[in-house]
């Protein structure tokens, strides 16, 4: 996916409708483009965010 196409769907300051404060994020997808994608709109909205491709990474991180 390129800047572009990310840029599009993630325009700066739509995230802070959510009101969201703080918070963190463990994300789990053998995606590697969805991973990126949701990283990105979560860490507009002010989250912490971990990545994981496979359920025992996952499960490590915890």
Wanted: glycine share 6%.
């Amino acid at each position: 996916m390129s800047d572009k196409q990310r840029n599009k769907i993630f325009r700066e300051g739509q995230a802070s409708q959510y009101g969201v404060k703080a918070g963190r994020v463990l994300l789990v997808d053998d995606e590697p483009d969805i991973l990126e994608l949701l990283e990105m709109a979560l860490l507009k909205m002010g989250l912490s965010v971990d990545k994981a491709v496979n359920l025992h990474t996952a499960l490590d991180k915890l």
